[in-house]
């Protein structure tokens, strides 16, 4: 695969970023998106669970803007967003969901209600939290179980979210 065509794959996860479609991630797209997650499962802002999603968030955001806000304006456009995240990924994929892992340790927190781990359906209520469409967000949860044992683990998610970064849309 050539670097532009790599590029373009992780072009096109811009969007899932841009919680609010302004053209650039900023740090409100992240408490945005750990807010819509809160919501969905009706977990408290100000709760043990609430402030370390609200923390990951910051944390991810945080790790973004290192890797990718070359000019400081505290916004990662398209374009730094492109060149960052590309850099990061050919290095190493897993070294990108790095700085992710402490939202999507939250995350995993917030949506296994039982403590046995996060079921598809709640994988897939996240997803769609998060701006996903329902059927896409079914598909994508059952994929997560990639183990196939009916829970799906933080490493799964893990692994599951570097190579979200570097899959394309498929077409629809």
């Keep these: 695969m050539d670097s532009a065509e790599y590029e373009r794959k992780i072009a096109s996860r811009f969007a899932a970023f841009d919680q609010d479609g302004n053209g650039s991630i900023d740090r409100e797209d992240f408490s945005k998106a750990a807010a819509a997650v809160l919501a969905e499962f009706s977990v408290a802002a100000r709760s043990d669970k609430g402030q370390a999603l609200y923390g990951g968030a910051e944390a991810f955001w945080q790790g973004m803007a290192g890797i990718a806000d070359v000019d400081g304006d505290q916004r990662v456009s398209r374009q730094e967003f492109v060149t960052g995240a590309a850099k990061r990924l050919r290095d190493d994929p897993e070294r990108f969901g790095e700085i992710a892992r402490p939202f999507l340790h939250a995350v995993v927190a917030v949506a ?10 709640a994988a897939a209520r996240v997803l769609r939290a998060l701006g996903v469409a329902e059927e896409a967000s079914e598909q994508a949860a059952r994929a997560l179980d990639a183990d196939g044992d009916g829970r799906i683990s933080e490493q799964e998610v893990l692994t599951a979210f570097a190579a979200y970064c570097v899959t394309p849309e498929q077409p629809h």
């Design 112 to 121: 296994d209600e039982d403590g046995q781990g996060v079921t598809p359906a």
